[in-house]
């Protein structure tokens, strides 16, 4: 005979138990820079720290005295102290001088005999500037002066360096620091006291 009509749809049947876990997908690409925070409170003062060490006072970078072109350990003859002071002392310094480094008063330039037999002389000197880092000190000793360094004796020039400026407007230092080899930081000014002794 003809098939019968469907039958109505039975009761829902139970849920089945849980499948296995898939394959982790591939990772998935960076997120773009989200936007900037809102800026936080501002921290607490911070404790004060300890005091620095005290200045020198002033600047380290002193022009100073750094080479001759006499050796004051020398004894030299009577001659050749006179030869050398009428072509002129000179004096190199470690920084360039300021132009008007020689219009300075008689008393910043002293040029004075310590005879061994006789008595302390002055002589006028002439000042000059032939290279920037370099000052001149000429003179031509009196007979009477000669005459008494005859027995031997000191013919010493002082530089008063507190009238002496350098190119950057500092004073000159008067300190023997570098003649002697020592890196001391020299202070400005005084006065540079160098030597000739004499046979």
């Given at each position: ?15 089945g ?11 998935g ?8 925070g ?123 360096c507190?009238?002496?400026?350098d190119?950057?407007d ?30």
């Amino acid at each position: 005979g003809k098939q019968g009509p469907a039958g109505r749809p039975g009761p829902r049947g139970e849920r089945g138990p849980v499948g296995a876990q898939g394959v982790a997908g591939p990772p998935g690409s960076d997120g773009g820079q989200g936007p900037r925070g809102p800026e936080g409170p501002r921290g607490e003062t911070g404790d004060r720290g300890e005091p620095g060490a005290p200045g020198i006072g002033f600047s380290e970078k002193i022009t100073v005295a750094e080479q001759l072109n006499w050796e004051q350990r020398d004894v030299v003859s009577l001659d050749e102290v006179a030869a050398l002071v009428r072509s002129g002392l000179e004096i190199t310094f470690t920084a360039g001088l300021h132009p008007a480094v020689v219009d300075v008063p008689p008393c910043a330039v002293v040029l004075r005999s310590l005879p061994r037999f006789g008595v302390e002389r002055w002589t006028p000197t002439n000042l000059t500037h032939p290279a920037k880092r370099r000052l001149r000190v000429r003179a031509t000793l009196g007979d009477e002066l000669m005459s008494e360094l005859e027995g031997g004796g000191l013919l010493l020039l002082d530089l008063d360096c507190g009238y002496l400026v350098d190119e950057n407007d500092r004073l000159v230092s008067g300190s023997a620091a570098r003649l002697v080899g020592s890196d001391e930081t020299p202070a400005p000014g005084g006065i540079l006291r160098l030597g000739i002794a004499v046979k």
